[in-house]
């Protein structure tokens, strides 16, 4: 990161700040970086910015540097960080946040939070179309949207030889529904960019 | 008792050891589970990751129909617990939110359903109800009992304290087992990216297998299929990644109680482990 004039940055960005803090619930403002988060975050050593500084950096409207990082990514949604904060603080729901807010602004993910996003996004493709998850409609437009096209091929086979995968996708009785709801969501979250 | 069942999508494929164990227990418990007609994906980890209403509202649909049903609502998996159990509580909390919801599932859910997870509503059972049905003794198991974070994290839906949880230790042990004192009963296994980002879920689960096995545990217990995947399935490929050689089978609580209750191994689905169970199984008296 190169030189930044936080007093401006602050000022410039309340928006970002207030749409954090109420869009997740947060008082990210409470936040005094005692890094006890990021002590306990079982993937931090992964991360690009440790788990207290990507609060901090909502803390002072550090938008670009939040939206663009690996970190909101890798977060595995433990709550580990969350059930030990001393200021009461669900670390977890700023990251679901940010990650929302990375996806529907369409930053330009690369590295690790590429594949993490493209994986969210066929999972939850085959639960528009079917209403259930369709594992290996999944895994199959996973790897060729990554590009990685035999990722999994030896547990894809050793999950056949035991029954353990379906070809055919498990559909709800109104699975077509589901569309409808997908749809319904992303009609509201637009009204509200 | 009578609870309407959230199978999860997993049900019937990678995880159906759990979904079919959870029944046969709960038969010869006499816990009535009547699966819950049109069931949809509660979206699981990608759901809420990626958009807060769509986690909640993909959750809430369920909810709207346990409570047509008219009963509380209990799931298997610890993921599908905690998806529902969280839409539940932030729907009662706030309701424009609810509002919001309820328009996009066009289901309208009132908040009135309870969930619990199906290792709640064992454990909260009478134990003396389960001791008579006992035929068979875990005596013989060294158990690291493995809860992983769902179902202990965050504060408004933990079944038991998010540090030290005792629930599954407790029921196993008036089984017969011994649980272990580890270090890792909680710690996270990484799930959410075992498929895109699969070194990182091997870095974690050697840490877990690692302490579970210094602990002197002959194997691990769990209540939650992506952890039972990541730790059963992955256990070779961290054998390779690591140079361990690590051999604990991995099962389902629910497995051992029915092994305890006289249950057949088949009937628990215990011969489609990777890691297999023979060994484990023999020491079950
Ligand atoms: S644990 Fe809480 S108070 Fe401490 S640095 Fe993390 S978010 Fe801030
Ligand atoms: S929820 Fe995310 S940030 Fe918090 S400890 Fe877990 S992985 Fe780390």
Request: hydrophobic share 40%; aromatic share 8%.
């Amino acid at each position: 990161m190169s030189a930044i004039n936080l007093t401006t940055i602050i000022k410039d960005n309340q928006d970002f700040i207030k749409y954090v803090s109420g869009e997740s619930g947060q008082p990210v403002q409470q936040c005094y970086q005692c890094g006890k988060c990021t002590a306990g975050c079982p993937v931090a050593l992964d991360m690009d910015y440790s788990p207290n500084s990507i609060v901090r950096m909502v803390q002072l409207g550090l938008k670009d540097e939040a939206l663009r990082s690996q970190s909101i990514w890798i977060c595995a949604y433990c709550s580990t960080c969350t059930s030990r904060c001393p200021r009461n603080i669900d670390i977890a729901k700023i990251m679901d946040c940010l990650r929302g807010m990375a996806k529907r602004q369409g930053i330009k993910l690369e590295g690790r939070a590429k594949d993490i996003a493209l994986f969210y996004d066929s999972f939850l493709n085959t639960v528009k179309d079917n209403g259930r998850l369709y594992e290996l409609g999944m895994m199959l437009n996973f790897n060729l949207k990554s590009k990685n096209y035999l990722r999994d091929a030896d547990t894809g086979l050793a999950m056949f030889t035991r029954g353990k995968i379906k070809f055919v996708p498990m559909r709800n009785e109104n699975y077509k529904e589901m569309a409808l709801l997908f749809k319904r969501v992303k009609e509201l979250e637009d009204k509200s960019k | 008792m009578r609870y309407a069942y959230y199978p999860g999508c997993c049900d019937h494929t990678s995880a159906k050891e759990y979904d079919i164990s959870t029944r046969a227990v709960c038969k010869a418990l006499g816990i009535e589970l009547m699966e819950i007609p049109d069931w949809s994906c509660c979206g699981s980890t990608p759901g809420h990751s990626t958009s807060h209403l769509l986690g909640i509202a993909l959750s809430a649909r369920n909810l709207a129909l346990v409570e047509e049903m008219g009963l509380d609502c209990t799931a298997s998996c610890a993921a599908c617990y905690q998806r529902l159990a969280m839409a539940n509580v932030e729907m009662k909390n706030d309701t424009q939110l609810c509002e919001k919801i309820n328009h996009i599932t066009g289901k309208p859910y009132r908040g009135g359903v309870k969930v619990k997870s199906i290792l709640e509503v064992i454990a909260e059972m009478n134990q003396s109800q389960i001791l008579a049905k006992v035929v068979k003794s875990l005596k013989n198991l060294k158990i690291a009992v493995y809860y992983g974070c769902l179902m202990v994290r965050p504060r408004d839906i933990q079944i038991d304290d998010p540090e030290n949880p005792t629930i599954m230790d407790n029921l196993l042990q008036n089984l017969g087992a011994q649980t272990l004192e580890w270090n890792y009963k909680t710690e996270c296994c990484g799930a959410a990216l075992a498929m895109s980002n699969e070194d990182i879920v091997l870095k974690l689960a050697n840490k877990i297998l690692a302490d579970a096995k210094s602990a002197g545990a002959n194997c691990i217990v769990t209540a939650c299929p992506l952890c039972h995947f990541n730790l059963d399935m992955r256990q070779k490929k961290v054998n390779k990644a690591y140079e361990t050689d690590y051999n604990l089978p991995v099962f389902y609580f629910t497995q051992l109680v029915g092994l305890a209750l006289g249950i057949k191994p088949e009937a628990l689905c215990l011969r489609d482990h990777f890691i297999d169970t023979k060994h484990i199984l023999k020491l079950i008296v």
